[in-house]
């Protein structure tokens, strides 16, 4: 029945009360961020649970699902956990249970499932009517001494029961299974790692606190600390130590894990690649399915096809288009495209300081708060030990009493109406030696019993003694740690079928950039086409015949040149800029193509001066309007950005006109006065960014053509039909000078456009 609201006060107001907005959605905005930090979306770094995690494994063990034990419906256990302890959806808390009992989800599984619990091609678990679980030995280690009063209770939602506020915890849990989660402003990302090593990282830390995150990560795998993640799925991590070694210092950072494959030969000098294990979190079917689509699409030329011939084992067969091709290339492309390679991301966000303030925690301050919370747990434990022992030794203190005064005890029982009291006052017992030899049983009473009890005394009087000294003394509670911690690493060794790491660090081999564009490109003939406007397209073939080209209106053919679909296009403008474009990304020739300034980030005020074919070992000549010129490598002037790369500096009203390949020891220019000069190319500066030197003086005008030519074979240029007409050496000396003349007028049967063509 709902509550009743008594009615406001009838005193003639309208009993509203003002509130501040801005701080009212301050304050709930702010409670619901906490709550959602600290009860749902960060692990506890003392446990590496989160709330759901841990009522799940606190209702297990309720239900006496222990290792070695029966198993239970899974149903049976959701509804333990939702009816007293997790009062939310029966299928979030199922959909925890799975994921804890999946072993290429989870690294060290804290459930054993029977029944269908999904599989790593993304399948759904059955629903939790046909399902059983119950705990691992992980999950008894996280549990282990949960009674004694190693942990704090607290009231669930209902106030009915009560559950802990954390594990006792064992097993290092939040690093050696890892933790992801999303809260209000923050979120956790932990990859998982072997538990041995991080055992031996903890063991290393007890003993020399002071230790460095370096002096914890592993220099070689024969130390046994801690390389850095061990997924469940295995892979390859493929980062260097520097910077695996800096995510860990900061506790932020990420891996580049790969699927480990092998080439396997099939006969007559064929192979396939097979892949036998793929990235943490990556569906088996998803990456299959992304694969098949990038084929289709004709993104991966130098695959043939792909096949899934796995069973419980991973097996993808990777088929190459023919025995040529280079395996290690295949799979590079394969790697950049899909989830075959994939980054983990490391933020260790976690609530420490007891489980109350989010915190990123470096390597080493994660296994310390255990170790503190180990410590914490093994006082609590002592002290409840002690308490126990004390209260047994009252009780059989009051024991040896009553054998010594047998026949006595007797009598008092069978004479007197109050015989507790009688004893009390007799013998000086306490309310709880008095109520305990009045429970005793007949058969206790034989000699042989007083001989046990003796034993138990002295036993539990010894025990006492070793108790006490260890709670004083910081060093024996350190050394019970260590012996504890050594415990679980003999348990979860790597020569046991669990603990063997799974993730091994490699280095990327290194290829070509070019390489890997070519492999990821479908290699075919194109015409690429460049308009008068600033149009481009690629047409398909080698045209010959340009006559056919349609264009807009009041537009027309610039240039057109033979490329290959895995080529670089590069573009240089009146702006001394260049562009580059890779040919496959040209629009198609059906229609007009598409303007540059989509295709990359053009200023509006600058035209194409010409564009051509990346080749890396060529040089090129840049000359400006005002005759400034220079050489500059063509490796230099590719641009990685859509924004392309400034080369040439001009400034208005000057402008870059002409970019020509270096080609032979001199260099003839002309001007738009019709004024040629010829002198060594020597003479030209090569730099990577600039103005550049004056290669020609003029009185009017700019420069127009420039053209470089090897001096012994003599100067030749078309003319308006075509005809090639040659200067020799001889021939030329007249207009031979040095760089920055002005140089005479043109050769007789020069162009009248003042251009040298071809």
Known sequence: ???????????????????DLRK???????????????????????????????????????LRLDPGQRFSKSATIVGEVMGKFH???????????????????????????????????????????????????????????????????????????????VLPGAFPNLLANGSTGIAVGMATSIPPHNAAELCAAALLLIDRPSATVDELMSASPDDGLVQGPDFP???????????????????????????????????????????????????????IEKIA?????????????????????????IVPKSRSVDPALLMESLFKLTDLEMRIPLNMNVLSRGGRVPNILSLKSALQEWLDHRREVLIRRSRHRLAEIERRLEVLSGFLI?????????????????????????????????????????????????????????????EKGQIEKLLKSDSRQWETIRWEVEQTRKKFGPDTRLGKRRTTFAEAPEHDVADIHEAMVEKEPITVVVSEKGWLRAMKGHLTDHSALAFKEG????????????????????????YTIGADRLPGGRGHGEPIRIIVDMENDQDIVTAFVHDPKRRLLLVSHQGNGFVVPEVEVVANTRKGKQVMNVKTPDEAVRCVAVDGDHVA???????????????????????GVRLQRYKDGGALDIKTFRLAEGLSWLDSADRTFLKSKDELAEWIGERAQAGRMVPKGFPRTGKFGG
């Open 1 to 19: 029945m709902a509550k009743r609201v008594p009615p406001p006060p009838s005193d003639g107001g309208d009993s509203i009360e003002p509130v």
């Open 24 to 62: 009212a959605l301050e304050d709930r905005y702010l409670a619901y961020a906490l709550s959602t930090i600290t009860h749902r979306a960060l692990p506890d770094v003392r446990d590496g649970l989160k709330p759901v995690h841990r009522r799940i494994m606190h209702a297990m063990r309720l």
């Open 87 to 165: 009062p939310h959806g029966d299928q979030s808390i199922y959909d925890a249970l799975v994921r804890l009992a999946q072993d290429f989800a989870v690294r060290y599984p804290l459930v054993d499932g029977q029944g269908n619990f999904g599989n790593i091609d993304g399948d759904n678990a059955a629903a939790m009517r046909y399902t059983e679980a119950r705990m691992t030995e992980v999950a008894s280690e996280l549990l282990s001494g949960i009674t004694e009063d190693s942990v704090d209770l607290r009231l669930t939602y209902n106030e009915e029961n009560e559950e802990p506020i």
């Open 233 to 287: 799925t295995g892979g390859i991590v493929v980062d260097d130590r520097d910077t695996i070694l800096e995510a860990y210092r900061t506790g932020r950072g990420g891996f580049r894990l790969r699927s480990r494959w092998h080439q396997e030969d099939q006969g007559r000098g064929t192979w396939t690649v097979i892949v036998t294990e793929i990235p943490y979190q990556v569906q088996k079917a998803k990456l």
């Open 293 to 317: 689509e990038l084929l289709v699409a004709r993104k991966l030329p130098l695959l043939e096809d792909i096949r899934d011939e796995s069973a419980e084992d991973i097996r993808v067969v």
């Open 402 to 462: 009553a054998y010594l005064n047998i026949d006595e005890v007797i009598r008092i029982i069978r004479e007197e109406d109050e015989p507790k009291q009688v004893m009390m006052a007799r013998w000086e017992l306490s309310d709880v030696q008095a109520e305990a030899i009045l429970n005793l049983r007949l058969r206790q009473l034989r000699k042989l019993e007083e001989i046990e009890i003796r034993k138990e005394h002295d036993a539990l009087t010894k």
């Open 555 to 578: 537009d027309s053919l610039k240039l057109a040149f033979h490329a290959q679909t895995t080529d670089k296009v590069i573009v240089f403008t009146t702006g001394g800029k260049f």
């Open 669 to 691: 220019i002309v001007g738009e006065n019709r004024k040629m000069l010829v002198f060594p190319l020597a003479e030209i500066p090569e730099m990577g960014r600039g103005k």
